[in-house]
Each structure stands twice: as structure tokens, then as C-alpha cells.
């Protein structure tokens, strides 16, 4: 599943736990209500993890671009030095 599709999971659960946790208020039903916020918890800390894995997956791309940009450089090779600065910027 793609980083995006994971952070929706997640936005798609913590919704789920926020209206259980609220119908559980209304009703009086502090299971309910417990059960809710423990699934609104688990939505967020999926969206967090989601995040922080894109946030990963852009350093190393950056990381990358910066190596081939250098070994261009350094071989003299101008399209491969173009292409690691343009992969080193476009994350």
C-alpha cells in the first residue's frame, strides 16, 4: 500500500474512533466511548507513521540524487550529474 493510501487508512480510522467515541457519549456507554478513543488513537499514530515514512522515503531520494549528481560530476558525465541534481531537488 502506497504512503498515501496508508495515511487514509489512518485518517479513515481515527473518524471511525471520533464517532464511536461520540455515539458512546450520547449513549452513556463508557465502553463504547473507551473503544472509540483507543481507535481514534490507533488512526492517528497510522497517519503519523505514514508521514514519517514519506518523510524517509524523500530524504533518500534526496540522498541519492546528491551521489549521482557528484559521481557525475566527478566521471564527467553531465547527464547523469543533470539527472541526480534533478532527483535531489524533486524530493
Known amino acids: 500500500m502506497s504512503i498515501e493510501g496508508k495515511r487514509g487508512e489512518g485518517a479513515a480510522e481515527e473518524l471511525g474512533g471520533t464517532i464511536k467515541k461520540v455515539a458512546g457519549k450520547v449513549l ?23 508521514k514519517a515514512a514519506g518523510r524517509t522515503e524523500g530524504k533518500i531520494e534526496e540522498v541519492v540524487g546528491a551521489v549521482k549528481n557528484r559521481i557525475g560530476q566527478v566521471i564527467d558525465n553531465e547527464q547523469m550529474a543533470a539527472e541526480g541534481k534533478v532527483k535531489s531537488f524533486s524530493s
Open 28 to 50: 452513556g456507554n463508557e465502553q463504547m466511548e473507551a473503544e472509540g478513543r483507543a481507535k481514534e488513537a490507533a488512526g492517528e499514530a497510522k497517519q503519523e507513521a505514514a
